[in-house]
């Protein structure tokens, strides 16, 4: 399986992005997503995560209100939608696949790991 996110940019506070993580392998419809983000100097740490579905769904307390976590599984690509963002929102956010059906928001319980891409938010 390989993970290719993109997206990633300079953005000014209060700006958006929308992240995009398409997945290789024929299996995407039956696995789990999520997105994590590692900061500079800081460990890496959830973000948000969806089924295999998409009906359910769930996004840090830091990030409810402003990022929504969606897939097309006919694209084979999840995403991220990042509204209303902080300079506290950089990082390099990283997509990663579960080799199950539900969610998860840690990061041990994910099976593949794309490279990342930056996300920068400063004025």
């Known amino acids: 399986v390989q993970l290719q996110a993109s997206g990633g940019g300079l953005v000014q506070p209060g700006g958006s992005l929308r992240l995009s993580c398409a997945a290789s392998?024929?299996?995407?419809?039956?696995?789990?997503m999520g997105w994590f983000r590692q900061a500079p100097g800081k460990e890496r740490e959830f973000v948000a995560a969806i089924n295999w579905s998409g009906r359910s769904t769930s996004v840090a307390d830091s990030v409810k209100g402003r990022f929504t976590i969606s897939r097309d599984n006919a694209k084979n690509t999840v995403y991220l939608q990042m509204n209303s963002l902080i300079p506290a929102d950089t990082a390099v956010y990283y997509c990663?696949?579960?080799?199950?059906?539900?969610?998860?928001?840690?990061?041990?319980?994910?099976?593949?790991w794309g490279k990342g891409t930056l996300v920068t938010v400063s004025s």
């Open positions: 990663a696949q579960r080799l199950e059906l539900g969610l998860s928001d840690r990061d041990r319980d994910m099976d593949y």
């Open positions: 392998g024929r299996a995407f419809s039956v696995r789990a």
